[in-house]
């Protein structure tokens, strides 16, 4: 059940819209733009920012995009054309980049729900996340070199974490475009699965991570200290959820 959507906003007479589902301590966002191949703008930016803040709270997050073409085919040429000086290329890396920190930086765990292809930009918005699953037809690729440009928005660094610098300097400085299943093989596609299953696969995995100790997990999981990780399970432990829990397992079949 959907709690609540955010509604869509108007520009020049197009529709440019970023939805956010809130239910059950999951938050949904999905870039609908499917005209434009859910290419990211400056307006884009400031909704995507704006739905991410108002998912606080919520366990898990997703981001996908709309229709099965493209997740993220990067940033929109037709409006990034006029930025034509230093100063005004920085500007909007700094902030799409500080969309893409925020995105890494939830609480809880991120899915990137890749629903159709994420080229340069788009494969950046997916690093940002801590999952990626993608429909088996899908392909990645961080290919700004065919726009004689790099990875502005944190997602080189982050591609390295991945799959190691040098394989990252390989593919970001290539351009290679891959497979969803050779991006699995490298790790940097965490999950394929068939097309025809692709929207309840990453709606089972969502809300298998939706659980009161994600946000706890994924502190530990990036590094938390021991004494962190004590306190986190501490807390947890006296926690009325976790008692529930422990009740219907003991009286599982009584």
């Not at 020049?12 to 301590?25: K, M, N, P, S, T």
């Not at 870039?31 to 400031?46: E, Q, V």
């Not at 085919?73 to 799409?96: N, P």
Request: aromatic residues 4%.
């Amino acid at each position: 059940m959907v709690l609540y959507v955010r509604e869509s906003y108007f520009r020049r007479g197009e529709q440019v819209v970023i939805e956010l589902e809130l239910a059950d301590g999951l938050a949904v966002v999905t870039i609908n733009r499917p005209h434009a191949r859910n290419a990211i703008a400056l307006d884009t930016m400031d909704e995507l920012d704006q739905a991410i803040e108002e998912a606080a709270g919520a366990r898990a997050l997703v981001i996908t995009g709309a229709g099965d073409r493209a997740f993220v085919s990067g940033g929109d040429l037709k409006e990034l054309a006029a930025l034509r000086t230093v100063d005004q290329a920085a500007a909007m890396a700094e902030k799409m980049r500080g969309v893409c920190d925020r995105l890494a930086g939830f609480p809880g765990p991120v899915v990137a729900a890749l629903n159709g292809h994420a080229l340069g930009g788009g494969a950046e918005v997916a690093v940002a996340a801590d999952i990626r699953i993608a429909a088996d037809d899908v392909k990645i690729g961080f290919n700004q070199v065919a726009l004689a440009i790099m990875p502005a928005w944190g997602g080189a660094e982050r591609l390295a974490r991945l799959v190691g610098r040098s394989r990252a300097l390989l593919l970001a400085g290539s351009g290679e475009i891959l497979t969803a299943p050779d991006a699995e093989r490298l790790g940097l596609v965490d999950r394929v699965v068939p097309r025809a299953e692709f929207a309840d696969s990453w709606r089972t995995l969502a809300r298998a991570l939706a659980t009161p100790s994600a946000g706890a997990i994924k502190r530990v999981v990036d590094g938390a200290s021991r004494h962190e990780a004590v306190a986190a399970f501490a807390e947890l432990w006296v926690a009325d959820a976790h008692w529930a829990a422990a009740d219907r397992v003991m009286n599982r079949g009584k």
